[in-house]
Structures are given as C-alpha cells and as structure tokens.
C-alpha cells in the first residue's frame, strides 16, 4: 500500500482512500456509488469507526472500519438532540450573559440544559431564546473539536463553576482508572471517554469561535443540520440530580430530523396531556396526593379504590389458578434484615431513613424479596416441593428524588404485585417459560396488546460464577424465544448480581410502558443460605426468580388511566352503568332495574337529582361510565329501557332482560366498549 492511501472497510467491503480522508468525505464517496444509509435513516451526519462514535471530521486510519450513522438512527438522533442542546446553551448566553453552564444531555424525544441564573426563566425568554437559537442554526456555524488537557480545559472555563466540577470529576475518575465520572449518567456527555475535549461552534463568515462547550461529542457537522426545533418548557433541577446542590434552571426542548416528524409528536404531546393520569384522576375522582401526607404518596378514593380492588381480585385469582401461594409481610424490619440482604450496601440512598426503636434500627422496607426468602427458610424443604410460587400485594417505600416524582408511575410508596419462584436449575427453563407466557396473557387480559422485550445479560463487573450466569441467561433466552415476543439483548446491561428481562407494553397511542420484569437471582439465595433436599438426599441450594408483573399496582393504574383515556372497560369501570329516568316519575322503576343488576355483580347509580335529562346524560360521559339507561312512560309500559353507549349510540326499546344480559356478558368477557 502506498505512503498517502489507506485501507478502510466500509460496508463491509475494502476501500483505498487518500491519507488525511475524514469520516464525512469516505461516506459521500460511498454515497455516490449507491449505497444508501442502513434502515432509510438518512444522509449520514456521523459515523462509528471501529465500532466509536466519531464526527464526520475524524480523520480516518488505516484499517478503520467505517460505518455512516443517519439523524433518524437512534445514535443519530442523540447526536441531533444534543447538538441542539449546545445551540440552546449558546443562546442562553448571548441573551443571558451572566448564566453559568450546567450539563446538556439528550434525552427520550428530546434534549435539555441547565443553567444557573438570578432568576426563573419566564415564558417570553423562551421565545426569545428560540428565536436566538434560530439565527444561529441559519448561521451554519460549524461544531468544531479540540483535545484539551485539564489545565488549558479549567483556563478556558474558568468562568464556568459547574464545568470545573465536572473537570475534576473527570480527574479523580481517571485516577481511580473509571472511564465515566461518578453522579448522573448524563455527565457522560461532557466528560465521558479518554480524552476530555471541547467543542467550538465557528462562525463561517469569520473563522472565529462564536461559543465553546466542555463536551464528549460527537455532534452535527454544523448548526444548519438542525432539520426541527422547538422549546418545550422550563423548571428547577437540583444540580447533578442532588437536593444538597444548587437549584439550576433547566429548558426542555425537543428536536427531529424533520418537521414532519416533530409535529407528529407535538401532536402526539397533546393528546398525551389530554390522557394525563394526574389530570383524569382529579376529573373522575380517583386518587389524589395530599400534602399534608407527603410527596409521591396516593390516597385513593372510593371510585379509585372500586378499579384497583378489580385490578387486584382478578390478579389474585389467576394467580392462584396458576399455583401461587400468597403470603403476607410487615412494612418495616429490622436493619440486620436488609444488611444480609445487601440492600442497605448496594441500595441505601433509595431507603427511606431508619426509625430507632428499642435499641433497635427499622426501615421501611423497598424490596419485599428478604421476606419471601425468610419464609422459604422457616422450614426444610425438599425438591418435591419446588418451584415454590410465593405471591404477595405488597408495599414497599422508596425515597425517590423529588424531581423524579411523577404522579402515580413514579411514587415514593407503592404496592407490587411480587413473586418470588423458589427452583431448582433442572427447573428453571421451563419455570421461566410458562411464567413469561402467564405474564403476557395476564396483561392482554387488562387490555394491552402490544409487547416487546428486553433481555439484559452479564455486565462487566459481576458477582457470582460465571457458569451460573450463563444458565441463567440461557434460560431467560429459551423462555423469550418460546414465547415469540419480539426481543432484543441488551449486551451487559443486566444488574451486577442478576440477567433479567423486561418486558416492554405499547399504549393506545404508541407509548412505551416499561412494566414486568423476570429475574434470575443466585445471589440472594447464597446471602441467606437456603437450601434444598435433593432427590440423592444432598442439600442443594435453589434458584430464585424475581417477578413483578405490573411493576406496582399505583404505575400500572396510572398507565391504564393514560391507556383507556380514562374511559376503562365496563369491567373495571367504578360506575358500570347509570340509570337515567326522563322525569321523576321513573325513578323508582329504574331503581328496580338497579336492584336486578347489583344482584348479578354490576356496579350501578341511578341519577334521581334535579338536573334536567340531558345534562345527566352529559355528567354521565364526563364521568365516563359505559352504560346509561333511560326510562320513559313508553319504557315502563313495556318492560324496556332506552340503552346508550357512552360512544353516543343509543337502542331504544330494549326489553329490560336483554340489557342485563349485554351488561353482564360484556363485564364477564372484559370487553372494551
């Protein structure tokens, strides 16, 4: 190969480039042959060498292999959304001078940044700040890279507090040989990786550095390649996610590869508030959040309480269908407990603090699982007693950081529906199996249809033996691929002491809801020392599968509000049907009608207020009860009602039989209407 030309691999096959050739221009050259970007995810604006992230800038090597990441990959638009963060940052200081830089990461959907200033961002600096940032992305001012030692880094930023924080995090990271400083994960953005470097953004009519920002990269080639902006909102946030750190104020926003696609999800935002749980819950009287209580902790109301009680009975009943035993555990222990537990070594910033009672530490508990355990351990067991399937409703408090609460899926107490499956390895294949489909059809039975997977398998640092790892991710992939759920493996990311899956729902209007998850625990077991009695007569210690099937009860509820827009199926309905006489008249007939479908279970009000027909009628679907009947002269004559749908369509003349038996069918079927 000659001096001046490299070897590089792209799409799979060998190139000869000129020495000096960046990323960007071998991927044009690709381009111009007629490949196209994987997956139709556009015109590449990075790309992965050897398997890194890297600007379209990077110059390449010989041997690299070279692979074009477009803005619609999930890669590309982390690398749209935080390039867009910088433009908002640098707004922000042109309008706002004395604001000092917080972090700027991409997020789901979006992007944020968080500065310090003297005071709140109000909604008119908002509009300012977007259309600042507007004028530059028409600018096209270049995203600029430069390798910074931490001493030009802290000479260059001096001004900036907070990115001197994180520079010697960065240090004392690189001391103690971590590649991602300690705190939030989206420090990683700044000071994540080997090198710590800067970013430019370069005026293109001058040459000159119009705004610099401590960033890991990569980044668009220029701000022109910022297709969709808009910014969403503001509030505070504790800096680096820490009550004892200055509050900063941090503006959303979100970015797309098209404006197309940005007013989909406007669009979809908006129906999204309409569906808001927290919202829907106040309308219809479900649940609400007393202060006087505290933060993240519900009180459900008696309409509220109706839906989680039919949400929990039909879950106990298949349950004990399918051979789990239900048992019932305090909400505090001892802090030995938690100490064999290893909860209070690896989970003690999530705990709530300890009460002291006669010379004694109590915690509220967060995980049910030691309890489970100590029942197994109450008594010997035998092999011909396993899998053993402990279930339990129970409650379980977890000091969640006030700026992550959010209404019911986000709460600080909380009620799994948790099981723990004591087993033997011969066992665990089919175990797993049999419990994923049990999920599944559990969950299609409250009205989700839509599902997808995520197995997370060994990471770097574990404890255990690896051969009991590779049984454990064995089994949890039989069970995916038996199942036939779309899956994809998540390649180190299970916990340090377990693999696991999660299974992932699709809402009404396309969400992704993170909600059951099955684990495989060889730790626990071994902390506690439980055992077995084989059928050779030797003592074996068992496997343990964790499983919480609604994640708990309160975010299960929150999704379904959200799913079902308030509006749940006549079966869990809190009001299945309202009775609805055309003058007063009637009242007592429909009273009659009531006493007939309370006798089959229906959960039944009879409006006899003073309001006019039409306006109980109109309360009615504003309460979002599935079922009205109305009654007349001519319907009392007959025998009959007048039945309306919420959806509006209405049968008159309805022999009074013939409704309660559509009622009863439709609530005995769990049909949606």
């Given at each position: 190969m000659p001096a001046d030309k490299l070897c590089i691999t792209l799409a799979g096959s060998e190139h000869v480039v000129e020495e000096g050739t960046t990323a960007g221009e071998a991927l044009a050259d690709r381009q111009q042959t007629g490949s196209a970007t994987p997956n139709g995810t556009g015109t590449p604006i990075a790309a992965r060498v050897n398997g890194e992230l890297r600007d379209?800038?990077?110059?390449?090597?010989?041997?690299?292999?070279?692979?074009?990441?477009?803005?619609?990959?999930?890669?590309?638009?982390?690398?749209?959304?935080?390039?867009?963060?910088?433009?908002?940052?640098?707004?922000?200081?042109?309008?706002f001078p004395q604001a000092k830089l917080g972090i700027g990461p991409p997020i789901e959907n979006g992007f944020y940044y968080d500065f310090d200033v003297p005071q709140a961002f109000?909604?008119?600096?908002?509009?300012?700040?977007?259309?600042?940032?507007?004028?530059?992305?028409?600018?096209?001012?270049?995203?600029?890279?430069?390798?910074?030692?931490?001493?030009?880094?802290?000479?260059?930023?001096?001004?900036?507090?907070?990115?001197?924080?994180?520079?010697?995090?960065?240090?004392?990271?690189?001391?103690?040989?971590?590649?991602?400083?300690?705190?939030?994960s989206a420090e990683s953005v700044e000071v994540g990786g080997a090198e710590l470097t800067i970013y430019d953004n370069v005026d293109p009519a001058t040459g000159a550095v119009a705004w610099k920002d401590l960033c890991r990269g990569p980044h668009l080639p220029t701000t022109r390649d910022i297709p969709a902006f808009t910014l969403m909102r503001s509030s505070g946030a504790y800096w680096r996610g820490s009550e004892q750190n200055p509050q900063l104020q941090r503006i959303y926003g979100t970015a797309w590869p098209s404006r197309a696609a940005q007013d989909d999800y406007l669009t979809l935002l908006a129906e999204a508030e309409k569906r808001d749980h927290r919202r829907l819950g106040a309308e219809l009287?479900?649940?609400?959040?007393?202060?006087?209580?505290?933060?993240?902790?519900?009180?459900?109301?008696?309409?509220?309480?109706?839906?989680?009680?039919?949400?929990?009975?039909?879950?106990?009943?298949?349950?004990?269908?399918?051979?789990?035993?239900?048992?019932?555990?305090?909400?505090?222990?001892?802090?030995?407990?938690?100490?064999?537990?290893?909860?209070?070594?690896?989970?003690?910033?999530?705990?709530?603090?300890?009460?002291?009672?006669?010379?004694?530490?109590?915690?509220?508990?967060?995980?049910?699982?030691?309890?489970?355990?100590?029942?197994?351990?109450?008594?010997?067991?035998?092999?011909?007693?396993?899998?053993?399937?402990?279930?339990?409703?129970?409650?379980?408090?977890?000091?969640?950081?006030?700026?992550?609460?959010?209404?019911?899926?986000?709460?600080?107490?909380f009620t799994q529906d948790d099981a723990h499956i004591f087993c033997t390895p011969e066992q665990l294949h089919d175990e797993l199996a049999s419990l994923l489909d049990f999920v599944v059809g559990l969950l299609r039975d409250y009205g989700l249809t839509e599902f997808e997977a995520e197995l997370s398998t060994r990471p770097d640092k574990f404890v255990g033996e690896i051969a009991d790892w590779d049984r454990a991710e064995a089994a949890l992939k039989h069970a995916l691929d038996k199942s036939g759920l779309k899956y994809v493996i998540a390649e180190g990311e299970g916990a340090f002491y377990a693999p696991k899956i999660d299974v992932h729902v699709r809402d009404a209007i396309g969400r992704r809801w993170q909600l059951s998850t099955l684990q495989v625990d060889f730790q626990e077991p071994g902390r506690f020392g439980i055992e077995y009695q084989a059928a050779d007569g030797s003592r074996q210690r068992?496997?343990?599968?964790?499983?919480?099937?609604?994640?708990?009860?309160?975010?299960?509820?929150?999704?379904?509000?959200?799913?079902?827009?308030?509006?749940?199926?006549?079966?869990?309905?809190?009001?299945?049907?309202?009775?609805?006489?055309?003058?007063?008249?009637h009242v007592g007939y429909l009273e009659q009608v009531a006493t007939r479908l309370r006798e089959h279970g229906i959960r039944v009000e009879v409006d006899a207020s003073d309001d006019r027909m039409q306006k109980k009628i109109r309360n009615a679907q504003r309460q979002k009860v599935p079922y009205m009947l109305l009654a007349g002269d001519d319907d009392v004559t007959a025998g009959a009602v007048s039945f309306r749908y919420r959806s509006g369509e209405q049968k008159n003349g309805v022999p009074v039989a013939d409704a309660i038996a559509e009622i009863t069918g439709a609530v005995a079927s769990r049909i949606q209407v």
């Open positions: 379209l800038s990077y110059r390449l090597s010989d041997g690299d292999r070279v692979e074009p990441v477009g803005i619609g990959s999930p890669d590309g638009l982390n690398i749209l959304r935080h390039s867009t963060a910088h433009v908002l940052a640098q707004a922000v200081q042109d309008l109000a909604p008119d600096d908002l509009k300012a700040i977007e259309q600042k940032m507007r004028q530059i992305v028409r600018q096209g001012q270049r995203f600029s890279r430069r390798v910074v030692s931490d001493e030009d880094a802290r000479a260059e930023l001096a001004a900036e507090p907070y990115k001197l924080e994180l520079i010697g995090l960065k240090g004392r990271a690189a001391a103690s040989g971590a590649d991602v400083p300690p705190g939030d009287d479900l649940f609400s959040f007393p202060t006087e209580i505290g933060s993240g902790l519900p009180v459900f109301h008696p309409k509220g309480g109706i839906v989680r009680k039919a949400l929990e009975d039909y879950s106990r009943q298949r349950h004990e269908q399918s051979g789990y035993e239900f048992v019932y555990t305090p909400h505090i222990t001892r802090s030995e407990l938690f100490e064999t537990s290893g909860h209070l070594e690896w989970y003690a910033d999530g705990m709530y603090p300890p009460m002291e009672m006669e010379g004694a530490k109590y915690y509220p508990k967060p995980m049910n699982c030691p309890m489970h355990i100590l029942i197994y351990a109450s008594r010997g067991r035998s092999y011909r007693e396993l899998p053993l399937r402990l279930f339990e409703f129970g409650t379980v408090y977890r000091f969640e950081k006030s700026g992550v609460v959010h209404g019911l899926t986000r709460a600080r107490g068992p496997y343990m599968i964790h499983r919480a099937l609604f994640g708990s009860i309160e975010r299960f509820f929150g999704i379904l509000v959200e799913h079902f827009a308030g509006a749940f199926p006549p079966w869990l309905a809190p009001v299945q049907v309202v009775g609805i006489p055309i003058a007063d008249q």
